[in-house]
């Protein structure tokens, strides 16, 4: 930080931190191991809008990630204008599309849109309700969210995802940052801005 932005009382935004994404595989194993969620093989990266000149670079260079990639990628818009990057592999090809997912990631940050990048999400599934997975960029951390229908969630097995996860993923300790993805690809569940609420 520099000494103006100290002593003006300016943040300066923090680097997403990406290669974090690369502890859930390990983690997954660990998550298998002890219940019943299995992966999807879908996963997501949540961009937010920008205005202006901001907006249309974002957008320029998803366009060009999406060119590039052989249609590995899909983009699609939830209704509060958020952009995400859904990403399909097999099942059983986590670490697969946990690299996938960094790339799309480190091609949008290496382009010098970082502070855009909001969240990975990374679906699961006990058979009869899916879960999201959530990278917080900015923190650094993960969290599970469990919808239950109806704009309900499932606190209960949230937290009990937490305890098994809690030794293996960096665990957001802030529950009130646990924020409902509703509509998010990959989770089934209308879109919400992680990074509005913190």
């Given at each position: ?88 592999t097999g099942?059983?090809d986590l ?51 469990v919808p ?51």
């Amino acid at each position: 930080m520099r000494i103006l932005d100290v002593l003006l009382g300016r943040t300066r935004p923090v680097p997403p931190d990406l290669d974090r994404l690369f502890t859930l595989p390990a983690a997954a194993v660990i998550l298998q191991a002890a219940s019943s969620w299995r992966p999807t093989g879908v996963g997501a990266v949540c961009v937010k809008p920008a205005s202006g000149g901001a907006f249309t670079g974002v957008a320029q260079e998803i366009d060009r990630l999406l060119s590039m990639d052989g249609g590995r990628y899909e983009r699609r818009t939830d209704s509060f204008g958020y952009s995400w990057l859904l990403r399909r592999t097999g099942e059983q090809d986590l670490a697969g599309l946990v690299t996938d997912l960094h790339a799309a990631n480190a091609t949008v940050r290496d382009a010098g849109f970082g502070p855009a990048l909001l969240c990975t999400v990374v679906g699961f599934t006990d058979g009869s309700r899916p879960m999201g997975l959530i990278y917080l960029y900015k923190r650094g951390t993960w969290y599970p969210f469990v919808p239950a229908g109806d704009q309900r969630r499932d606190n209960p097995a949230e937290l009990e995802v937490r305890e098994m996860l809690a030794g293996e993923l960096p665990i957001e300790p802030d529950l009130s940052r646990w924020f409902p993805l509703w509509g998010a690809p990959g989770i089934d569940a209308p879109g919400r801005d992680p990074d509005t609420h913190g």
